[in-house]
Nanobody, 125 residues
Framework: VQLQASGGGSVQAGGSLRLSCAAS????????MGWFRQAPGKEREWVSS????????YYSDSVKGRFTISRDFAKGTVYLQMNSLKPEDTAVYYC???????????????????WGQGTLVTVSS
């Protein structure tokens, strides 16, 4: 499994960015795909997850209502639309894949077997 994250950049507070995670290497039926972030000096933090089959989504309280996760079957890509960005959203964002059988701990980094490289998001005030 290969995951390629892209779409990071620098924006002002209140702005938007869309991150992409291109997944390849196998079919992802039954997988849970997740986004995590890590700010300097802080632990990796769960942001959002989506079940590839069925499309059920999950969000951390810190991004609920501002971020939207989605997937495109044809392109094999997971997206994270980030709106109303805040300076505290500044971090390196990582996409990850949890292969089946999956569990309910989609918010824990240890549940994911595959990780992409990070993409940096910087939000200035």
């Amino acid at each position: 499994v290969q995951l390629q994250a892209s779409g990071g950049g620098s924006v002002q507070a209140g702005g938007s960015l869309r991150l992409s995670c291109a997944a390849s290497g196998r079919t992802f039926s039954g997988y849970v795909m997740g986004w995590f972030r890590q700010a300097p000096g802080k632990e990796r933090e769960w942001v959002s997850s989506i079940r590839w089959t069925g499309g059920r989504t999950y969000y951390s309280d810190s991004v609920k209502g501002r971020f939207t996760i989605s997937r495109d079957f044809a392109k094999g890509t997971v997206y994270l639309q980030m709106n109303s960005l805040k300076p505290e959203d500044t971090a390196v964002y990582y996409c990850a894949a949890d292969e089946p059988p999956t569990n309910i701990y989609y918010h824990k980094p240890g549940s994911y077997e595959y990780w992409g490289q990070g993409t940096l998001v910087t939000v200035s005030s």
